[in-house]
């Protein structure tokens, strides 16, 4: 019983390795960048009117 209680508990260390080996891995990864340049119009609603403001990214 000794021995299977021993096997349990390191089936569930490995486990726990890989997920924090894994997690370790997203984590170093350079996250996607995000091109918004260009012509934007947008549609704005508040209680004093509405607009339409546009702006340009570039």
């Known amino acids: ?3 299977t ?3 349990a508990i390191g ?3 490995a ?3 890989l997920c924090l080996a894994g ?5 170093a990864q ?3 960048k995000i091109d918004v ?3 934007w119009t947008f549609e704005v609603q ?3 009117g509405a607009g339409t403001p546009q702006v340009t990214f570039k």
């Open 1 to 3: 019983m000794k021995r």
């Open 5 to 7: 209680v021993l096997r």
């Open 11 to 13: 089936g569930v260390v």
């Open 15 to 17: 486990s726990v390795c």
């Open 23 to 27: 997690l370790a891995v997203m984590q």
């Open 30 to 32: 350079e996250p996607a």
């Open 37 to 39: 340049t260009g012509a």
């Open 46 to 48: 508040t209680q004093a």
